[in-house]
């Protein structure tokens, strides 16, 4: 279903009018209706009513599920193509949950509290696990195969959960605060908690939209890329450090969120094809796409209370898992 | 197209401290096919693994036209010499044009400028492998023979004096089997390509190989024409095999029959038995 260029362009229009769309409807609507007139004013800085104030929260909250989904596209599009594994997720390969095990240790042993901290903290946390993971998944014959990899990916995810739970249970004084945090959400977002991500954003963004055709050649196996001239692990180096970035600060910042790695480049590939130079920039469009508006419908369904995006992503995200499981393409990617 | 020189010297090499090769001497027949023969796990795929950047040796060096292989830059030695492992696989939803299209990646600028020089050759390797007709379609939608011959369009827009291909005709039907070789000869004939491939098949490889290579337990047990290297005695050594060798009545070369022991006529089993 590749389509030609002009079909490719079309789609990369819709995926970014579909951005627009959500984020527009992530200022609109919340848990508290608001009217147009109140949400203009807010946007044009106004604070005196309680509608405007509601707006003036959403902007930073919608600037941060941007981000964050934009993110986790990225770093699923990039960690699919470094294992050829489309199973590959930043969620399923234990990487959010070993930042999120750094953050729970950094504050309930070393009181760690600036936010440069923070991220340090998790993109080593990410980092270390990814590396476990595939260290275990590549024991035995056949090195790191898909299944091996997911397989190793949900016992050290498992692992790392319990652990962190353990770490939490006793600090009642850290207990609520890291329980919100460690479902996942950008609902109280604030622009002082954007700033310090942006950098790692940005320069993980920036390591792994540069490389598509590494990954293009990646995807062709260990032994065709290295027959094209391409370094093997010099290009599964770079593409993991941006993805183990981009996942470590958005799990510093919002906690770790789920499936949007997996289901995003999955589409983007069924509607681009399999070229990187297209799936990677269309990831990075739809993840933000989808976090936003996945958040919105969060606060739509339980008004006047809100669930948190990680929850809802999750919900979309687990039937999405099991039909591509299903659709028995987890061989080769 | 410049006909390069392939020379291996006291090559050993091996897996995790397992060494396969055990010191080979070998010249490759610049502008020829040779095709490396041999029982399982006697090192052939892994000779044709440390010829390439696949596999560090331990000692020993490969040198195409005087310089060492390993020690060229990756994208630098990909422009001379070619690579098709065994049985590649292609990632889902990927074209025919695309997957040949990145042939040409050890040829482009840090940025992958697309130029002229670059859609000449992907247009000449899909014409070679008669493939332009398949160019928008899907690989995984193709059958086994047309899929190879895509596989190897990629390796000739890559446009590499030298091609190493790690038994191209596994997996195939014989008919595509005979197709695929009959292209690779078409490309040596063509473009003086010099072509190392490792075969299975032994009468197909005494049929298409201007040289044959037989090892045994890591050593090359013999190296020369069809007709010097496939012989009875050979086949006893190298394979453990009672055979006989004829006349093909097709091409002239050898052809290997194997005696087994059933299915034998009347006079064969006397001999046998003898």
Request: net charge neutral; aromatic share 2%.
């Amino acid at each position: 279903m590749t389509g030609t260029r002009t079909q490719s362009r079309r789609a990369m229009l819709g995926i970014a009018a579909l951005v627009l769309l959500t984020a527009m409807l992530s200022v609109g609507l919340g848990a508290r209706g608001v009217a147009l007139a109140d949400i203009l004013s807010a946007l044009q800085g106004q604070v005196e009513t309680i509608g405007q104030a509601a707006v003036a929260a959403r902007i930073p909250r919608t600037l941060m599920a941007l981000l964050a989904g934009a993110a986790l596209g990225l770093a699923g599009a990039a960690m699919q193509g470094v294992t050829r594994n489309p199973l590959a997720d930043p969620g399923l390969l234990g990487v959010n949950a070993g930042a999120a095990l750094a953050i729970v240790i950094g504050i309930a042993w070393f009181n760690i509290d600036s936010a440069a901290l923070y991220i340090g903290t998790a993109v080593l946390g990410a980092g270390g696990a990814g590396i476990i993971v595939y260290l275990i998944a590549a024991l035995g014959a056949g090195g790191a195969t898909p299944l091996k990899l997911a397989l190793s990916g949900a016992a050290v995810t498992a692992a790392l959960v319990s652990f962190t739970t353990a770490v939490v249970l006793p600090r009642a004084d850290i207990g609520g605060l890291v329980q919100s945090w460690l479902v996942g959400g950008v609902g109280g977002a604030t622009f002082s908690q954007i700033t310090p991500v942006l950098p790692a954003l940005v320069l993980g963004g920036v390591i792994v939209l540069a490389s598509p055709r590494r990954l293009n050649l990646l995807a062709l196996g260990e032994e065709a890329a290295t027959g094209l001239g391409e370094s093997v692990a010099v290009a599964r180096a770079m593409s993991a450090g941006g993805a183990i970035l981009l996942c470590g600060a958005t799990t510093a910042a919002c906690g770790p969120i789920g499936f949007v790695g997996l289901v995003v480049p999955h589409a983007c590939r069924a509607i681009l094809g399999g070229d990187y130079r297209r799936v990677l920039p269309a990831s990075a469009l739809t993840g933000a796409a989808l976090l936003t508006g996945a958040d919105v419908l969060g606060r739509l369904v339980a008004r006047p209370s809100e669930i948190d995006v990680g929850i809802v992503t999750a919900l979309i995200g687990g039937p999405v898992f099991i039909w591509i499981v299903r659709r028995g393409r987890v061989a080769a990617l | 197209m410049s006909v390069e020189s392939l020379s291996i010297r006291a090559l050993a090499a091996g897996y995790g401290g397992a060494r396969i090769l055990k010191g080979i001497d070998l010249e490759i027949a610049p502008g020829q096919i040779t095709a490396i023969v041999g029982a399982n796990a006697c090192g052939k795929s892994t000779l044709l693994r440390a010829m390439s950047r696949l596999l560090t040796p331990e000692s020993g060096e490969v040198l195409l036209d005087g310089t060492s292989v390993h020690a060229t830059a990756p994208r630098a030695l990909a422009r001379r010499l070619g690579l098709l492992p065994q049985a590649p696989q292609a990632p889902e939803a990927i074209t025919v044009l695309d997957l040949v299209s990145r042939g040409r990646h050890p040829h482009q600028g840090i940025f992958g400028g697309w130029s002229a020089q670059d859609e000449a050759a992907v247009a000449e390797a899909l014409e070679l492998t008669g493939t332009d007709a398949l160019a928008e379609r899907e690989v995984a939608a193709l059958s086994g023979g047309q899929r190879q011959r895509v596989w190897i369009a990629m390796a000739l827009a890559q446009q590499t004096e030298v091609l190493l291909l790690d038994e191209p005709t596994t997996y195939l039907d014989v008919n595509h089997q005979v197709e695929v070789l009959d292209l690779l000869t078409d490309l040596n004939r063509r473009r003086g390509t010099t072509i190392v491939m490792v075969l299975h098949e032994l009468n197909l490889a005494a049929r298409y190989a201007d040289r044959l290579v037989a090892m045994r337990a890591g050593e090359i047990h013999a190296e020369g024409a069809p007709g010097e290297v496939l012989t009875e005695t050979m086949l006893r050594a190298v394979f453990d095999l009672e055979a006989r060798v004829m006349d093909d009545p097709v091409s002239g070369r050898p052809l290997m029959i194997p005696l087994g022991r059933h299915g034998l006529r009347a006079n064969e089993r006397e001999e046998a038995r003898r």
